[in-house]
């Protein structure tokens, strides 16, 4: 069973930082793309940042400059560096990755359960 474990979410004022980490842990072969998505109450998901398994990052345009996504391929985790933090970062992040199981012919979306991130004015 696969599974991905998210930590470090919070209450922070603006400004201010906080860091995001997720491990993957159970029977893995490999693992793709790993990334933090983040849903704000009456909005949609929406893709803050991805790492490719080579080291290749995508950000989204409001979190340019602010948010450094980052990766330890031995360790099967991501790290989400957030600085500079506003208001309108307020929202559930969810850990994804496309994680390869042993036992299955292809990899396979899996998802964490959240970890809120509230920041104040």
């Known amino acids: 069973q696969v599974q991905l474990a998210e930590s470090g979410g919070g209450l922070v004022q603006a400004g201010g930082s906080l860091n995001l980490s997720c491990a993957a842990s159970g029977s893995i072969v490999s693992i793709n793309a790993m990334g933090w998505y983040r849903q704000a109450p009456g909005a949609q998901r929406e893709l803050v940042a991805a790492i490719t398994s080579g080291g290749s990052t995508n950000y989204a345009t409001s979190v340019k400059g602010r948010f450094t996504i980052s990766r330890d391929t031995t360790k099967n985790t991501v790290n989400l560096q957030m600085n500079s933090l506003k208001p309108e970062d307020t929202a559930v992040y969810y850990c994804?990755?496309?994680?390869?199981?042993?036992?299955?012919?292809?990899?396979?979306?899996?998802w964490g359960q959240g970890t809120q991130v509230t920041v104040s004015s």
């Open positions: 994804n990755a496309d994680i390869w199981p042993r036992g299955r012919y292809t990899s396979l979306p899996y």
